[in-house]
């Protein structure tokens, strides 16, 4: 079974979507760690009480480099297990890019949510940038993550439609409540060994979704 380590920076609704599921629906990892750069971020108290351990890594004012910040966070993730051969990290709103490094590591272990259909709308304000654009379906996307920003291998994706009178919260609300459903369905197929990685493309097997 797969060590699940979370990031995240703030609300950590993605990360409780993920955490019940985990329970409820025999995704098969064992939720170890949910760690913030954020000392603040309401998802820690979540976590908590969903009785999971979690720490923090403060990233405003770390002086040192992207990869020695990283260091610290893959640290930790060794302490709960969530290594490079037993873990799968995911992403869940985490407010930081990761170092080249930290991905290497990781290698096609690493997963995130992006409130878009990539590649449109990649990096942020991606529902304002749909609303401003002026796109008829938006959605959210759960990615590998590689060394681009919100270019990885995509997993899966779903799609919401825009309204005329759609603001950047209206859509927002509705791409989210996709978000909690895809992440922990990506999840399962990932640690079901079920996704596999052809170039850019994914291909998954067995799939009852
Ligand atoms: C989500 O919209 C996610 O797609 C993006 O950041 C937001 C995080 O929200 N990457 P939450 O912290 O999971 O509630």
């Known amino acids: ?50 009785g999971v351990s979690t720490e923090t890594v403060e990233s405003r004012g770390f002086s040192g480099t992207r990869w020695e910040y990283d260091q610290r966070i893959i640290k930790i993730l060794y302490k709960y297990g ?3 051969k037993d873990g799968l990290v995911c992403l869940a709103g985490f407010m930081r890019i990761i170092s080249p490094e930290f ?33 008829k379906y938006s959605g959210c996307t ?26 950047e919260e209206t859509l927002s609300k509705r791409i989210l409540a996709k978000e909690h459903r895809i992440y922990p369905q990506a999840i399962k197929l990932v640690a079901e060994g079920k996704v596999k990685i052809v170039g850019r493309r994914t291909v998954i097997t067995n799939q009852d979704r």
């Not at 797969?2 to 995704?27: D, H, W, Y």
């Open 103 to 135: 991905i290497r590591k990781y290698k096609n272990r690493i997963l995130n949510i992006h409130p878009a259909i990539l590649p449109s709308f990649p990096g942020l304000h991606s529902q304002r940038q749909a609303v401003e654009y002026g796109v």
């Open 1 to 50: 079974m797969m060590n699940l380590g979370i990031l995240i920076s703030g609300r950590g609704s993605n990360m409780e979507a993920i955490l019940k599921a985990v329970k409820k629906q025999k995704i098969p990892v064992k939720p170890a760690i949910v760690i913030s750069n954020n000392p603040n971020a309401v998802g820690l108290e979540i976590a908590q009480k969903l």
């Open 82 to 84: 969530v290594t490079e």
């Open 142 to 167: 759960v990615h590998f993550v590689d060394e681009g920003v919100d270019t990885g291998p995509i997993i899966l994706q779903s799609i919401v439609p825009v309204r005329d009178n759609d603001t």
